[in-house]
T-cell receptor, first 111, second 116 residues
Framework: KQEVTQIPAALSVPEGENLVLNCSFT??????LQWFRQDPGKGLTSLLL?????REQTSGRLNASLDKSSGRSTLYIAASQPGDSATYLC??????????FGGGTRLMVKP | EPEVTQTPSHQVTQMGQEVILRCVPI?????FYWYRQILGQKVEFLVSFYNNEISEKSEIFDDQFSVERPDGSNFTLKIRSTKLEDSAMYFCASGARGDPRGETQYFGPGTRLLVL
């Protein structure tokens, strides 16, 4: 059974710092990996999707990498801003077309 | 930009009552999903739906749950006899005009269900 783990569970940084969020998964037979953002009490917003054949994807200040063989992904956020404060979720798509989610990293960026 | 919508945003019900959660997926999507998130826990997959039938379901999705696409736009989740442990945020998602393995799933804002 696929298990997805995210560390750290919480992170507090001053504005302007570059930061890295980590995600690991136990079964490397994935179709893709997605990073989502969740604001308190709200839905999930898709940030980046990396296909299993890709190594990384970039969108603005966000860069996500994927090492499928070792079961790891990182989300790099450059020049963090207070508006980046949210919970970041990593999810992998397995056979059966279901997403398996990690527990999230709760990020606080202080002005 | 098209988005997934869900109604109601909040629902309070008594244990044993039936609830129906409603979703309007993005119009040209072919795959539909329900997930739930119990407070403080991970988002969990419940069921996927394609071509008017369930394509996959988790062990959570027992006989008390059912899904339906009654018309061309709505997608519903019914819980027949709610339990206290059904209290959670329920997310609808839709995705894929083609191969779902290559496309993201778009999530709605959720329905917060509280069972008393």
């Amino acid at each position: 059974k696929q298990e997805v783990t995210q560390i750290p569970a919480a992170l507090s940084v001053p504005e302007g710092e570059n930061l890295v969020l980590n995600c690991s998964f136990t079964d490397s037979a994935i179709y893709n990996l997605q990073w989502f953002r969740q604001d308190p009490g709200k839905g999930l917003t898709s940030l980046l999707l990396i296909q299993s054949s890709q190594r990384e994807q970039t969108s603005g200040r966000l860069n996500a990498s994927l090492d499928k063989s070792s079961g790891r992904s990182t989300l790099y956020i450059a020049a963090s801003q207070p508006g980046d404060s949210a919970t970041y979720l990593c999810a992998v798509l397995n056979a059966g077309n279901m997403l398996t989610f990690g527990g999230g990293t709760r990020l606080m960026v202080k002005p | 930009e098209p988005e997934v919508t869900q109604t109601p945003s909040h629902q309070v019900t008594q244990m044993g009552q039936e609830v129906i959660l409603r979703c309007v997926p993005i119009s040209n999507h072919l795959y539909f999903y329900w997930y739930r998130q119990i407070l403080g826990q991970k988002v969990e997959f419940l069921v996927s739906f394609y071509n008017n039938e369930i394509s996959e379901k988790s062990e959570i999705f027992d006989d008390q749950f059912s899904v339906e696409r009654p018309d061309g736009s709505n997608f519903t989740l019914k819980i027949r006899s709610t339990k206290l442990e059904d209290s959670a945020m329920y997310f609808c998602a839709s995705g894929a005009r083609g191969d779902p393995r290559g496309e993201t799933q778009y999530f709605g804002p959720g329905t917060r269900l509280l069972v008393l």
